[in-house]
């Protein structure tokens, strides 16, 4: 009879005797008294999902990254180890993740210890490596990767941009000092791209507050004027502010200008800010879009000699 109640549900509600905004297992239901045939009942009707063999999940939980990482918490083997961009997400390094993944979740990198060969489910990318204990941490009771150890294999990456933003994330947290990483990048001698990992540990930074504010930085560092900082902060006249990028000695700085967070109501603050710091303080600021930094056809080296240019050429107060 309750079977019949539920199928006709728009979404399971309340009667239903297990969790509605988390996973369980087919153990956990028959313990509550929902058996397997009902809960295959229940999946083909659409409002249980199933995303991994064992473990259910009501239909209006969100198929994102923390609800992969619990499914895959109540039925991996214990010494499976979530690592990279997951492991940093799932301890506040948000930046770790590809763009829009926290709109549509990517299979979870989890792998297993040397010699224990691969998951093999359709949540996770899988595979071997080697661990030290000290790499290892447990969060919500799944072991991943430490910062550090995170960030000595995100740092390991082709480009220089897309590593420097991930030790970026990784140091903000606060788990490691530059120093320390940098002493740590002899343990992967030999390694695919461990030379990327060299070039760019010792810039990492985590005062910036996200990836565009990483390419900034870092390609402004390689070009010939005084180098940038990030976060430059600013007082004038009992106020405060904080420019993403910018140079003291010049008073000038490059802002990066996200969608998510300068537009709509946050541009009328924008604009009263760049407002002060122009007039009040006498800061050049040159605002950049997503566009601007990462296209291929990219404006970003031009807008900094301009901005430099600018300032060493600003009339005398």
């Keep these: 009879m309750r079977t019949t109640r539920w199928l006709q549900l728009p979404h399971l509600d309340d009667t239903f005797p297990l969790p509605l905004d988390?996973?369980?297992?087919?153990?956990?239901?028959?313990?509550?008294?929902?058996?397997?045939?009902?809960?295959?009942?229940?999946?083909?009707?659409?409002?249980?999902?199933?995303?991994?063999?064992?473990?259910?999940?009501?239909?209006?939980?969100?198929?994102?990254?923390?609800?992969?990482?619990?499914?895959?918490?109540?039925?991996?083997?214990?010494?499976?180890?979530?690592v990279d961009r997951h492991a940093g997400w799932a301890q506040g390094a948000t930046m770790v993740l590809h763009p829009n993944e926290h709109l549509e979740a990517q299979p979870i990198a989890m792998f297993l210890p040397h010699g224990r060969g691969r998951l093999r489910n359709k949540l996770v990318e899988s595979g071997e490596r080697t661990f030290r204990d000290s790499d290892l941490t447990v969060v919500g009771g799944i072991r991943m990767t430490t910062p550090l150890r995170t960030a000595l294999d995100l740092g390991r990456q082709?480009?220089?941009?897309?590593?420097?933003?991930a030790l970026d994330a990784l140091?903000?947290?606060?788990?490691?000092?530059?120093?320390?990483?940098?002493?740590?990048?002899?343990?992967?001698?030999?390694?695919?791209?461990?030379?990327?990992?060299?070039?760019?540990?010792?810039?990492?930074?985590?005062?910036?507050?996200?990836?565009?504010?990483?390419?900034?930085?870092?390609?402004?560092?390689?070009?010939p004027v005084p180098p940038p900082e990030p976060q430059v902060?600013?007082?004038?006249?009992?106020?405060?502010?904080f420019v993403d990028v910018g140079n003291a000695g010049l008073r000038f700085g490059v802002e990066f200008q996200g969608l998510e967070w300068h537009t709509g109501e946050r541009e009328k603050d924008d604009e009263?800010?760049?407002?002060?710091?122009?007039?009040?303080?006498?800061?050049?600021?040159?605002?950049?879009?997503?566009?601007?930094?990462?296209?291929?056809?990219?404006?970003?080296?031009?807008?900094?000699?301009?901005?430099v240019r600018r300032a060493r050429h600003r009339p005398a107060a």
């Excluded at 992969?68 to 109540?74: E, F, H, Q, W």
């Excluded at 940098?182 to 910036?208: I, K, N, Q, S, Y």
């Excluded at 902060?233 to 502010?241: I, K, N, S, T, W």
Aim: contains cysteine; charged residues 25%; aromatic residues 8%.
């Design 22 to 82: 988390g996973p369980f297992t087919t153990q956990d239901a028959v313990r509550a008294g929902v058996t397997p045939r009902e809960l295959t009942l229940l999946t083909r009707q659409g409002l249980l999902r199933a995303p991994i063999k064992g473990v259910h999940v009501a239909a209006q939980v969100p198929d994102d990254t923390a609800h992969r990482l619990a499914c895959l918490a109540l039925v991996t083997p214990p010494d499976a180890i979530v």
């Design 158 to 165: 082709r480009w220089p941009e897309p590593a420097l933003t």
């Design 171 to 223: 140091h903000r947290l606060g788990a490691f000092s530059v120093e320390e990483l940098v002493a740590e990048v002899g343990r992967f001698d030999g390694m695919r791209w461990v030379r990327t990992l060299r070039h760019v540990a010792p810039h990492t930074d985590g005062r910036a507050q996200s990836g565009g504010e990483t390419v900034v930085r870092w390609r402004w560092k390689h070009l």
């Design 233 to 241: 902060e600013v007082r004038c006249d009992g106020r405060l502010a």
């Design 272 to 307: 009263t800010r760049f407002t002060w710091l122009h007039e009040d303080a006498d800061w050049i600021l040159e605002p950049v879009w997503t566009a601007d930094v990462y296209c291929r056809n990219s404006r970003l080296d031009e807008i900094i000699f301009d901005g």
